[in-house]
């Protein structure tokens, strides 16, 4: 209970194998990071960035919490979209959602989970804010995927309202903020058509 002796062998075995295939990777990766996109993704343990985009350590900057929300307000993923701005430099931000998601499926259902409710409280805003669309649905799986979808496109929404990313369009940053969907069943990205690269195209959203 106390040593977990696999996940060090296991951290051992990747190091290995990216010095292997990289000699002085990590020495490179050290004096640096230089990544091209910011990733806001859901902290569901099956949706990891970075594999499931084939990209290495240093090539994606990382902000994940439950249901991939972006609340105005909200300092720890305002902090995070900032120093992924202003410091990184990032030319993409992903915001990324997931088919499936426990987050969005409580929020359907009314479940009551204690302490998250309150971090839910933004998607509960997206399936009033839709709830006609949902209900003509009528197939429960069929609400919870559109309403996935719906969360990730307000939090795209949310993106391009804070003011870190209207500052850097206005002074001429190279800036593209993007709606994805990750399928747990296949494993495959989903682009949902969203990609906002000034504030003039925020309105068609």
Not at 8 to 23: G, I, K, M, T, V
Not at 58 to 69: I, K, Q, S
Not at 113 to 131: A, I, N, S, T
Request: overall charge neutral; aromatic content about 6%; proline content about 5%.
């Amino acid at each position: 209970m106390r040593q977990l002796s696999h996940l060090f062998a296991n951290n051992r075995a990747w190091a290995s194998r990216l010095q292997s295939e990289d000699p002085g990777f990590f020495s490179k990766l050290s004096r640096q990071q230089a990544p091209e996109y910011f990733w806001i993704g859901c902290s569901d343990s099956r949706v990891p960035a970075t594999q499931i985009t084939g990209l290495l350590p240093g090539e994606m900057f990382v902000h994940r919490n439950v249901a991939n929300v972006v609340p105005p307000g909200d300092l720890n993923s305002s902090a995070a979209l900032q120093f992924a701005v202003e410091v990184l430099k990032v030319r993409h931000i992903i915001v990324c959602g997931h088919y499936g998601c426990g987050g969005v499926r409580a929020v359907l259902q009314g479940l009551g989970l204690g302490l998250v409710d309150h971090w839910l409280k933004p998607v509960e805003e997206v399936r009033r804010k839709h709830e006609a669309q949902l209900l003509a649905l009528g197939n429960e799986q069929a609400q919870l995927d559109r309403l996935c979808e719906l969360n990730v496109i307000e939090q795209v929404v949310n993106v391009c309202q804070a003011p870190t990313v209207r500052e850097a369009w206005a002074r001429g940053q190279p800036l593209a903020v993007h709606g994805w969907i990750y399928s747990i069943n296949d494993g495959l990205l989903r682009d949902l058509g969203l990609c906002v690269i000034a504030p003039d195209e925020l309105p068609r959203v």
